[in-house]
């Protein structure tokens, strides 16, 4: 059943009114006054609306005005850098960059008013919530901040996570190893937001904030205590109290049902599952709350027992669709493997079936004995790592292959569905995503704590393919597809309008327009850097406008607008490619002590199959020497197949002197999974 969208009427329902976002003179009249309905004038939430629909009905720009398209404005950030998705309200736009809080004027980028956050803003997506006269935002150290949306004067600071947190060893991060990532959420005098990041031996959480006060009113942790519901689903041991669970994504609401629903991460330790038996329970789950006492309602296990990493990264999105011709109140996620499911948001239930399917098992790291699946359901990506993604000398993983330390070559396509933003539109009943099946090498050690050195192996030579994805929420399958040749999947997602059109950014600079019909490309515009951040869109005087974060600058365009399009930015890679320090030395050891301290615990094994430096450097007509400290013969080869050291005992060296400058990938011919990197300088 195909619906055109119309505004329903305006109610008190739930008692919960956005009047209350007047700010700096303006009239209540000017904010849509019930965010059930998808945004029009304003841009409300970094979301859109309650629902997370990332869906405008401003149809100004259109199949047929989308070719006028032009450059409003731009604001540059210098060096700061951010994929903040910009909040519209009352003819002032709030976002945050860096450290700062912003508010600019929405026809010109220019500012209103900054604020100086205590700590840095930065996370996956940031933005702010806006409710009460405030401009609520999370920080890097598990804050939230109130600030008066007329003058950006603070208000009030709560942090909502652990005051004695372990540290992180994450440069990225705040130094405890906590932080908010996604913007937070205002309804009914409540602010709402998660904490990030259940991943360093923090215990996953989201609490609900009086928005006048900041006084925390509830705390819901999303890794139960023992004798708590969902606590037997965890091992008598105390790993629950680090067991992870972060979240990672702006809470999505129904004022009716007066409940909040959010996505859960994954639990940690990530790989090491022999030390949390059960299903742990809410990693991995969708939850849903009261609004106003943070009391369960709710949950559903997206995966039992994760040991994949396939954490809920994406906002659910809620709206009306016909199931066994009955319209039904849905709730829609995708989980990361590419399965789209449709749920009850009263209850729970599955609106389209899900069936428990048996998967492969390991008894040691205590794998779950099924995961759940829709049944009926076209999966958007591949289930199994496609053998033209990756280079030769791996093993080839489907989705739910367990990962053990005897596996020593395993390549696992993870996160088809990732972290940029999907759109719901009611007029197609499409879902809208970006995907990018990501091969990995997963790799893990003996012990069930390494973290980063265990799983970010990264390795030269795997082919990045991406799509723009339409998927059909009434046949459960794929509409359109068009192939994109970068990795998209922590990038900008779609937003859809009533103009039939979306709006998509890419990482080669691109912003661009497509009909949300047929997928076919109706404009594009070159910003000169990665656009990266979600595209909002708004009117101003009568003029609809669409911005988007292009990474070191805010952009926004409109018909006929007349800022001229930047020098593309360097070509973003086709494939996989070093990363990592490049060490000076001329000794290469094959077989090496390797250290992670990923989990907030220093953690050290020796590994027979890496290479210390894994990238090194030398002076042209070195002699340069592979020391073999493992147990087994290892022979290094350039992988062109140009030198060779031949085989190299245990306890024996091999030495090479190059004559020519260059850059040279090796591997080990004998474990052909093992890669590294030396590069020849000219004189």
Known sequence: MRRTFKPRELTTSAGILIAALVVGGCEPSEVESDLRAPASKNWPMVEGDWGSTRFSQLDQINTDTAKSLGAAWVREWGTSRSRAVPVVVNGRMYI?????????????????????APVSTVGLYKGV?????????????????????????????????????????SQTQSSTGQFISAAPAYADGVVIAGLANGDYRIRGRISGLDAQTGEKLWTFFTVPEPGEYGGDTWPDNDEWKRGGGGVWVTPTIDPDLGMVYFGVGNPVPQWGGELREGDNLFTDSIVALDLRTGERKWHFQLVHHDIWEQDVTN??????????????????LMRTDGYYFQLDRETGEPLVPVVERAVPQNERVMTSATQPFPLGVEPIGPTCTPADMVPEGFKLLCHYDPIDYDLLNGMYIVNTVRAARLAYSPDTQYVYMASSPWPLYLRRYESPRFFSATALRGIPGVMIKSELIAFDTQSNKVVWRVPKSYAIRNGSGFLASAGGVLFHGEPDGKFEVYNAESGDLLWDFQTGSDVSGSAVTYEVDGEQYVAAMASDSLWAFKIGGTVAEREPPPTPPTETSWTGRVFPSDIIEMGTEVRDSGLGVMETTFDEYAFAPQRSRVAVNTEVTWSNNGKETHTIEAQDGSWTTGPVPPGQTAKLTFSEPGVHTYICRDHPWSYGEITIDAD
């Open 129 to 169: 919530a806006i409710g009460e006269g405030k401009v609520f935002a999370g920080l890097a150290d598990s804050s939230i901040v109130a600030f008066d949306a007329g003058t950006g004067e603070q208000l009030w600071s709560t942090k909502i996570g652990d005051e004695n947190a372990p540290e992180s060893s």
């Open 96 to 116: 945050t960059v860096g450290d700062e809080v912003l508010a600019l004027d929405p026809a010109t980028g220019e500012t209103i008013w900054s604020a100086k």
């Open 315 to 332: 906002p659910v999105m809620l709206y009306e669709a016909e199931f066994d011709g009955q319209v039904r109140k849905a709730l829609g």
